[in-house]
């Protein structure tokens, strides 16, 4: 048997992209681990319900370039039991990027450029 673990974000700016987890989906470091050389820094991110999957950072020193996301036609979602107060946060944050609301679902975007589906809890 193999279950989900984490899924993993290559970012240019480790701090900035800590703040806009934990403001948009309040995301809080569940561990890390620093390369002995100061390479990179890899931040694992729980969510509220301390799940088991896991969003990991990757953070590579002298990185300056942004990350190649290719045609961007990957995301990671998250369901949200109060949808409607996350959406208006997100639009006052100004991240979101894509509604499809005949789906009612909506994408954010964070500093790197990686997109976030947002979905409903539904019932």
Known sequence: MTTFNHFNFNVLDLDRS???YKQALNLTPAREKTAEDGSFKLVFLQDEA???FQLELTWMAGRKEPYNLGEGEF????????????????????CVCFE???MGVYFIED???YWIEIVPVRK
């Open 18 to 20: 800590l703040a806009f």
């Open 50 to 52: 301390a799940s088991p």
């Open 75 to 94: 995301h990671l979602a998250f369901r949200a039991e109060d949808f409607d107060a996350l959406y208006a946060k997100h639009k006052a944050m100004g």
């Open 100 to 102: 499809n609301t005949s």
């Open 111 to 113: 500093p790197d450029g």
